[in-house]
């Protein structure tokens, strides 16, 4: 039967859609929404929804639908205003209207299905109204008295982000969602506007809170705001004043909760989660919210197992909606680091912040404009961004895919075996312009488990020669690259399928690091390095580099991520010396610096060095992503011709942000802030996410790990997907009649999520 009883706090699209839809489903429901705001009252102006959450109205209500359609502003075209200069991507449609308008269409809907509308009236507190209601939806929004009132059972964790904004209104249309850029003498301002009647346009200016300060608009009233802000966009707005709606400048707040449901309270919209208005996703949550909601109510047999059932289908959807909102807010909050990128490569770079745009898709809505930015990027015509050629010192890569190091852990005392051969070898025939070993250890004691592989005897130099020879001569065009590290304070551990990180139960070697902290409880603790025994790491460190060099690897690459031994001398949370080596972060650099120094001296030099750094380790009181610039800026500075850029691995109590392309953010900072080449990795794991991110000057390598687990052939593959058969990759002759790929079966689309009778 469901819950007959309902109360929702809250008259914003989401309360007053989920109370229309669970009247619909159930006439009988007892229905009361409490809104302490006029029917009339509204905050903010336009409401951008998707063709996909229209879909999902129109099965579940097509008399609201109806109404909607009848209302929408419809355009397809996305301008870009980069230093005077407009481009224009189309192909992207969007559909808005005025947010009092929904307010309205949806008040009316309500009316007509018999639900209790209370304005001007304060709900009760929720658990008042838990006791004699079946269920209680709180919809109040990002500040939630709901959920603060219960922040012992939700458990939320709310974030205020480094922008100041204000949501403003023009009394004409733009014939475009149109972006902006203003570079004061303050700082960087940008505007953010969309219609959303035929003669009125939402609009939005933005900066970061330095930059609001130092313009001096904390000392000024709204209307004085006002009038600043149509002055600074004099341009964009045709020289038109804005309007305000009791508007005033705030800080936008991520919202995040553990739990959306308590008894029988549950959370929807923004009082459950919320994401960033640069990709437009409030409103669109709220009714895909209210739509999830009322479908479990009406499938699961109580109310409890639906309000399970909703959280479970809702939280991985908002996830990943709120992943890309970060995204994109984090790129707005750093716009200063890309305004000298040409104007075009600009626009694609914001087109394709969130990561929900991509490459392939702008490609298929605006290839005109596609096509132009690669003409600009370089890409000859046909050519994927992934397949243009990148120069290291001496080495031309052939395109821009590598195989990130991966710790195989089947070496036999450090000599790499058949396993290997096979293992690289298939990899540099699968086409990746650069293919990295594992962690290629300098010492018995620098192993992190008995399977590692090394270069510390002549006989381990020469198993890596017959290597890098078959991929050299199987695969020409292909490089090879070898990774140096020392596992430091996380050595002398176990097979990773026996137990990562667990130490040996017999056989173990003693440890040193920069400071004796065991890894996590349970590690054994390593001896802190005198100075003495820092000069022999930095000739192991040499003596390695020396057999690599005359083992044919085209690259090395200094391992300082990872907790490893350099790595634990970057972190302040590992390097805990009192001496020259500790303390500030030059002092922290300085014995992975003279170990770069003494490599690089013996490296040969037409032949490029990489560092691979951990950008974050993700825990408090860590190395964070300003260190990281003045780490990659150090190491550059003393020759590295690229830095490879990871995250985390340093601390076992860290708390990593997983997500789709979660570290790429770390490396574009550094490559748009110094200027140094960087490799990219995380989670990078389709050539359209490659492609969006070289072109877009985010990176300039992507390393991929998994999906060449999944594929040893992949970079083949992302080609003859693309349809690309030229230079930058090239098909083994006895592979060449796999070089298409085979014919897939069809696929059905989903059916409805929700579907009602007329």
């Known amino acids: 039967m469901g819950p007959l009883r309902v109360a929702v706090i809250g ?27 006029a029917p009339d009252d509204t905050f903010g102006f336009g409401v951008v929804l998707s063709d996909e959450t229209l879909g999902g109205i129109e099965h579940a209500d097509p008399v609201v639908h109806a109404a909607l359609q009848a209302e929408f502003v419809r355009w397809d075209d996305i301008d870009v205003v980069h230093r005077g200069t407009r481009h224009t991507s189309g192909g992207h449609g969007f559909a808005a209207l005025g947010r009092r308008r929904l307010l309205e269409i949806l008040h009316e809907r309500c009316r007509q299905l018999g639900v209790n509308l209370r304005f001007r009236s ?51 249309a ?50 004085e705001s006002v009038e600043r802000c149509a002055k600074i966009f004099t341009e964009a707005l045709g020289g038109r004043a804005l309007r305000s709606n009791n508007s005033a400048w705030t800080a936008f ?17 923004d009082s459950a989660h919320t994401a960033h208005f640069s990709i437009g996703s409030g409103t669109k949550l709220a009714v895909e919210d209210a739509l999830a909601l009322a479908a479990c109510l009406q499938e699961q047999p109580t109310t409890a197992d639906a309000l399970a059932a909703y959280e479970e289908e809702r939280r991985p ?50 290839p005109r404009f596609t096509e132009a930015v690669e003409r600009d990027f370089g890409c000859p015509p046909g050519t994927p961004p992934m397949f243009t050629p990148l120069s290291l010192r001496d080495l031309t890569l052939r395109n821009r895919v590598v195989v990130s190091p991966m710790d195989m852990y089947s070496a036999r005392a450090g000599v790499p075996g058949d396993f290997h051969l096979v293992h690289l070898g298939a990899r540099a025939l699968g ?20 399977g590692c592989g090394g270069l510390y005897t002549t006989e ?19 490089a090879v690259g070898v990774q140096l590290g020392h596992s430091g304070r996380k050595g002398s551990t176990k097979l990773m399928w026996e137990g990562i990180d667990e130490p040996l139960a017999e056989g173990n070697w003693p440890l040193v690091a920069a400071s004796p902290l065991p890894y996590k409880p349970g590690s054994q603790t390593p001896r802190e390095l005198t100075r003495g025994e820092l000069a022999d790491v930095r000739e192991q460190f040499t003596s390695a580099a020396l057999r690599a ?69 993700w825990a408090d009181g860590g190395t964070d992503a300003n260190d990281a610039v003045e780490i990659a800026r150090a190491f550059a500075a003393h020759g590295a011709d690229a830095i490879d850029v990871s995250t985390g691995q340093v601390v076992a109590d860290e708390k990593p942000a997983y997500g789709r392309s979660y570290q790429v953010p770390f490396a574009d900072r550094i490559r748009n802030e110094t200027g140094i080449p960087v490799i990219s990795v995380g989670a990078i794991s389709s050539w359209d996410d490659v492609n969006s991110l070289i072109l877009a000057g985010r990176t300039d390598l992507c390393a991929l790990a998994r999906p060449h687990l999944y594929d040893p052939h992949w970079t083949l593959h992302a080609a003859a997907e693309q349809g690309y058969t030229g230079p930058g990759v090239a098909w083994p002759k006895p592979y060449e009649a796999g070089s298409r790929p085979p014919q897939t079966g069809r696929l059905d689309a989903p059916k409805p999520r929700l579907t009602l009778g007329g």
């Open 122 to 172: 304060p709900a009760p507190p929720a658990a008042d109204l838990a006791r004699d209601h079946d269920l209680v939806v709180a919809a109040d929004g990002v500040r939630s008295a709901t959920r603060e009132a219960h922040a012992d059972a939700f458990r939320p964790r709310v974030e205020e982000h480094r922008c100041r904004y204000i949501w403003l209104a023009a009394d004409f």
């Open 317 to 366: 959807v908002v996830a990943s909606t709120q992943r890309a909102a970060r995204a994109s807010l984090e790129w707005f909050e750093n716009i200063g680091l890309y305004l000298d990128q040409p104007a075009r490569q600009f626009a694609f770079n914001l087109l394709t912040r969130s990561r929900r745009v991509t490459h392939d898709n702008l490609r298929l809505r605006d």
């Open 253 to 269: 707040r991520t919202v995040v909760n553990e739990k959306w449901s308590h008894g029988n309270i549950v959370l929807v919209g």
């Open 549 to 617: 060099a005359d083992a044919g690897f085209d690259l090395l690459e200094l391992h300082c991520a990872h907790g490893y031994l350099l790595s634990g001398f970057l972190s302040p949370l590992s390097n805990q010396r009192t001496d020259a080596y500790g303390g500030p972060l030059a002092n922290r650099l300085r014995f992975p610096l003279e170990v770069f120094d003494a490599v690089r001296d013996v490296w040969p030099g037409d032949r490029p060095m990489t560092v691979r750094i951990s950008a974050t380790d």
């Open 460 to 478: 381990q130099a020469a198993a890596w020669r017959r290597i890098t020879d078959f991929a050299h001569t199987q695969a020409p065009g292909t």
């Open 11 to 37: 008259g914003g699209p989401g309360g007053l859609y989920a109370a229309a839809l669970l009247k619909r489903l159930d006439p009988r429901r007892d229905i009361t929404v409490w809104e302490r705001n």
């Open 431 to 450: 086409g990746a312009g650069l293919v990295m070993t594992e962690m290629v250890c300098v010492s018995p004691e620098g192993r992190i488990t008995p």
């Open 174 to 223: 733009f014939d475009a969602f149109r972006f902006e850029t203003a570079e004061t003498e303050h700082g960087v301002m940008q505007l953010h506007g969309y219609p959303y009647t035929g003669g009125d346009s939402t609009v939005i200016v933005e900066m970061r809170e330095e930059v609001w300060r130092a313009a001096g608009f904390d000392a000024l009233d709204a209307p």
